[in-house]
């Protein structure tokens, strides 16, 4: 089975950056359409940034022009870049298999403060 570990949250400032990891256990996700999700206190999980099975990008309207999803299939890994955050971009942040959702990992922190 398929583990995703999630991290390089923090702590930072509004108008700070952030670079997310995925790295995936147990097998490879070269053929997946990978994804970024987050959870603020309270709310639903939502997709924040995505892998299309065409490999075309899809990205949530709150965080387009500011985040970048990337990927490095020879090391199992998805990235996040995350520039000019903002307070309401806090959340923990998932990765995971868009059209084949299998298990959430623990997710990493991340607080944008005003």
């Known amino acids: 089975q398929v583990q995703f570990v999630e991290s390089g949250g923090g702590l930072v400032q509004a108008g700070g950056s952030l670079r997310l990891s995925c790295v995936a256990s147990?097998?490879?996700?070269?053929?997946?359409?990978m994804g970024w999700y987050r959870q603020a206190p309270g709310k639903q999980r939502v997709l924040v940034a995505g892998f299309s099975v065409s490999g075309k990008i899809d990205y949530a309207d709150s965080v387009k022009g500011r985040f970048t999803i990337s990927r490095d299939n020879a090391e199992n890994t998805v990235y996040l870049q995350m520039n000019s955050l903002k307070p309401e971009d806090t959340a923990v942040y998932y990765c995971?298999?868009?059209?084949?959702?299998?298990?959430w990992g623990q997710g990493t922190q991340v607080t944008v403060s005003s």
């Open positions: 995971n298999d868009r059209y084949n959702l299998r298990s």
């Open positions: 147990g097998s490879t996700f070269g053929s997946y359409a």
